[in-house]
Each structure stands twice: as structure tokens, then as C-alpha cells.
């Protein structure tokens, strides 16, 4: 059980495009998902916390205009990258929480984003 | 100072060899820890839940000292597939009951 999908799981996008990436809990309701970004050798660093059918809350320094999250059902959960660039470039991995957000988190397969 | 700091690795053993890892936490109201491994290129995977009074599953042991504000993890009889980075994870109302990575500590097991 507790199983959650990314979809896509590789994209490769010119600059300037915009980026959809979705998540969905498979076989639960998930009440909270999180975004992260995580650099190559580097740790997940939590982008935002998406509580269905509120606004996402979005930690410091990340662009809320930039990235856009919409939680709209308890079973997904969507982040779209507005007019990306190289630097942009990462691996976005995103998980759901059974119960309020100290709980196990599951996390989806990841999505590797290039921006050429 | 990081809220979330592990050993800094790598750290290579033998087949059969026992490692532990520790992993240190800053925030005294954390509430909840895990250790998670992730393999090259992809997801973080829960691998255990740590509990005060500690929790075994097969080869490996968590453990939590809340006073010491310290969490560890060991492997036993360690097998070329637990080569991996384990990632130390702190919930924590202090921070919105959110989750906190460590940076991750890379274990290679050799033949």
C-alpha cells in the first residue's frame, strides 16, 4: 500500500517553456503532499507543503509565481515550472502523507526536469 | 548550524561488516524520524521509523536519544545491496511539522 506515481518521469524542455508535473497517491487519500528539488549530490530541499484544496505554502526563496502548485483532489497533486530555464534543471520528487505532516511520507519515483 | 547534520561518509566496508551511522537533530520539539535510503538516480525509500525505545527490523536498528537529541542507525552483516545513501529524516512542529533531510551518508559494501 501507500503508493504514489509521478508522472512524467523524464522530460526534456527548451528554455522558456512551461513544465507540468503531476503526483497521485494510488491507493490512499493523501491530505498533505510535498514538493522537493533535489541538485545532483545534494540533499531534498522541500519546495512546498500542498494541503488539498488550499493554497500550497511555499518555503523561503522558492518563486510561488514560478512554481505553481495546485492540489485539487486528495489524490493529486500538480507542479508546473513557468518559463524554464537551465538552472532549473533538477530531479523533483514528490510524496504524500497519510495523516498531517509529521507523518511517513511516500514518495513518487521523481521526475527528471533538463532545460536545455 | 544545519537542523538536520549526519556523519559525512563515505563510508566502505566489507561484506559482513557492521556499520552505524549517526545523525544529529537541533530542534528539541522534533516529533517524529526516520531514516530513509536512496538509491543512485532515485526515490528516497522509508526504510525504518525510530522510536525512543528503539526498533529492529532483521540486520538493521534504529535508535533514539531524545535528551542527546541524536538518532542512529545500524546495519549488520552488511550485504552489497544495502550500498546505498541513507538519509536521516526529522519531522518536527518547531517547523511546521515539516520534514527535514539530512544531507545523506553513502554507504559502499565491497566483496
Known amino acids: 500500500g501507500a503508493v504514489v506515481s509521478q508522472h512524467p518521469s523524464w522530460v526534456i524542455c527548451k528554455s522558456g517553456t512551461s513544465v507540468k508535473i503531476e503526483c497521485r497517491s494510488l491507493d490512499f487519500q493523501a491530505t498533505t503532499m510535498f514538493w522537493y528539488r533535489q541538485f545532483p549530490k545534494q540533499s531534498l530541499m522541500l519546495m512546498a507543503t500542498s494541503n488539498e484544496g488550499s493554497k500550497a505554502t511555499y518555503e523561503q526563496g522558492v518563486e510561488k509565481d514560478k512554481f505553481l502548485i495546485n492540489h485539487a483532489s486528495l489524490t493529486l497533486s500538480t507542479l508546473t515550472v513557468t518559463s524554464a530555464h537551465p538552472e532549473d534543471s533538477s530531479f523533483y520528487i514528490c510524496?504524500?502523507?497519510?495523516?498531517?505532516?509529521?507523518?511517513?511520507?511516500?514518495f513518487g519515483p521523481g521526475t527528471r526536469l533538463t532545460v536545455l | 548550524r544545519k537542523e538536520v547534520e549526519q556523519d559525512p561518509g563515505p563510508f566502505n566496508v566489507p561484506e559482513g561488516a557492521t556499520v552505524a551511522f549517526n545523525c544529529t537533530y537541533s530542534?528539541?520539539?522534533?516529533?517524529?524520524f526516520f531514516w530513509y535510503r536512496q538509491d543512485c538516480r532515485k526515490e528516497p525509500k522509508l526504510l525504518m521509523s525510530?522510536?525512543?525505545s528503539g526498533n529492529e527490523d532483521g540486520r538493521f536498528t534504529a535508535q533514539l536519544n531524545r535528551a542527546s537529541q541524536y538518532i542512529s542507525l545500524l546495519i549488520r552483516d552488511s550485504k552489497l545491496s544495502d550500498s546505498a545513501t541513507y538519509l536521516c529524516v526529522v519531522n518536527g512542529v518547531g517547523n511546521a511539522g515539516k520534514s527535514t533531510f539530512g544531507d545523506g551518508t553513502t554507504l559502499t559494501v565491497k566483496p
Open positions: 525510530v522510536y525512543s
Open positions: 510524496s504524500a502523507s497519510l495523516g498531517g505532516s509529521t507523518d511517513t511520507q511516500y
Open positions: 530542534n528539541s520539539a522534533s516529533q517524529s
